[in-house]
């Protein structure tokens, strides 16, 4: 089960932090990510995370701005996200995979969070 949280209401120009946390059934993470999703729209990689070594992996529109990073004894991965636009508002996804698949691709985790709203005034 992965628990995600942390997300809200910020201004333009603020920060987030969201937190997923992994519980329940016993997996070996490989890797975790976030992804994003607007209404009508597919769900977008952001950010993910190798477990073992750390190794980390951004879109494009997010690099600089968001940072993925995780505490392994907590088994929760994080995504702060900072100078937030606009066009980052969507309801964000974690997911787990115990398993080497593509990192930015859906197909690539095998487990998913319930999601979470992040909402940018302007």
């Known amino acids: 089960q992965l628990q995600a949280s942390g997300g809200g209401l910020v201004q333009a120009g603020g920060s987030l932090r969201l937190s997923c946390a992994a519980s329940?059934?016993?997996?070996?993470?490989?890797?975790m990510g976030w992804f994003r999703q607007t209404s009508g729209k597919e769900r977008d990689f952001v950010a993910a995370?190798?477990?073992?070594?750390?190794?980390?992996y951004y879109a494009d529109s997010v690099k600089g701005r968001f940072t993925i990073s995780k505490d392994n004894a907590e088994n929760t991965v994080y995504l702060q996200m900072n100078s937030l636009k606009s066009g980052d508002a969507a309801v964000y996804y974690c997911?787990?995979?115990?398993?080497?698949?593509?990192?930015?691709?859906?197909?690539?985790?095998?487990?998913w969070g319930q999601g979470t709203q992040v909402t940018v005034s302007s």
């Open positions: 997911a787990a995979s115990s398993r080497n698949g593509a990192s930015a691709y859906i197909r690539g985790y095998d487990y």
């Open positions: 329940g059934r016993a997996f070996s993470i490989y890797r």
């Open positions: 995370i190798t477990w073992n070594d750390g190794s980390t």
